[in-house]
């Protein structure tokens, strides 16, 4: 079935380093979408996307939705510790209102 | 924004017992909304899609007899997990959008523990 694979998988940063993560699929999507998700906690939108090239930022937090159609990066910069949890992507089946989830990038912060 | 209730947040029960989540849309009309699983340090795998007014559209490989949903208004769904067994602990949550084409928005989870 369709995939959307994340990178990297897991990350430790430095407090107040900028951090970047990216989500490629094999298909074409029109709509991407970044959560967060804390632990034992549902995940909460960051920040959408619905135009290929579109650049996106809200608060700290930048994403790009690719030309191609196939990927989509996050970065936050300046971290700061309340970052620590997973970051999705997620894609909009076409044709449908479904979506699906990406593999998740574990982020975690040190003081 | 957008604001999705679920409850309960938490459930510990003996096997064999039937579990019921509800799923709120507290300030919006959701003609659809969605379930997903999702398992320790895993993605969220939808389950099914719950339609007002009509019967739910499960995933493949989802058994409809064990995962009952009922979306009986425009702001409730809920799950009930029939006869759970240990193999169904996981945690359960619950989506909504405005508008088909918009982006869920997800309830805070429900986390399963069937002893």
């Known amino acids: 079935g369709q995939q959307l694979n994340q990178s990297p998988q897991s990350m430790f940063i430095q407090e107040g380093e900028d951090v970047s993560m990216n989500c490629t699929s094999s298909?074409?999507?029109?709509?991407w979408l970044w959560y967060k998700q804390d632990p034992g906690e549902g995940p909460v939108l960051l920040i959408a996307?619905?135009?290929?090239?579109e650049l996106t930022s809200n608060g700290r937090l930048t994403a790009q939705f690719g030309t191609t159609r196939k990927d989509s990066f996050l970065n936050i910069s300046a971290s700061i510790p309340s970052d620590v949890g997973i970051y999705f992507c997620?894609?909009?089946?076409?044709?449908?209102?479904?979506?699906?989830f990406g593999t998740g990038t574990r982020l975690k912060v040190l003081a | 924004g957008a604001v999705v209730s679920q409850h309960p947040s938490w459930v510990i029960c003996k096997s064999g017992t039937s579990v019921k989540i509800e799923c709120r849309s507290l300030?919006?009309?959701?003609?659809?909304m969605f379930w997903y699983r999702q398992f320790p340090k895993q993605s969220l795998m939808l389950m099914a899609t719950?339609?007002?007014?009509?019967?739910?559209?499960?995933e493949q490989g989802v058994e409809k007899d064990k995962f009952l949903i009922n979306h009986a208004s425009l702001t409730l769904s809920t799950l009930t997990v029939t006869s759970a067994h240990p193999e169904d602990s996981s945690f359960y949550i619950c989506?909504?959008?405005?508008?088909?084409?918009?982006?869920?928005?997800f309830g805070d989870g429900t986390r399963l523990s069937i002893l």
């Open positions: 298909s074409i999507f029109n709509t």
């Open positions: 719950s339609n007002e007014g009509s019967k739910a559209t499960y």
């Open positions: 997620a894609v909009r089946l076409s044709g449908t209102y479904k979506y699906i």
């Open positions: 300030d919006f009309q959701a003609t659809t």
């Open positions: 996307l619905y135009k290929a090239g």
């Open positions: 989506s909504a959008s405005r508008s088909r084409y918009q982006p869920q928005h």
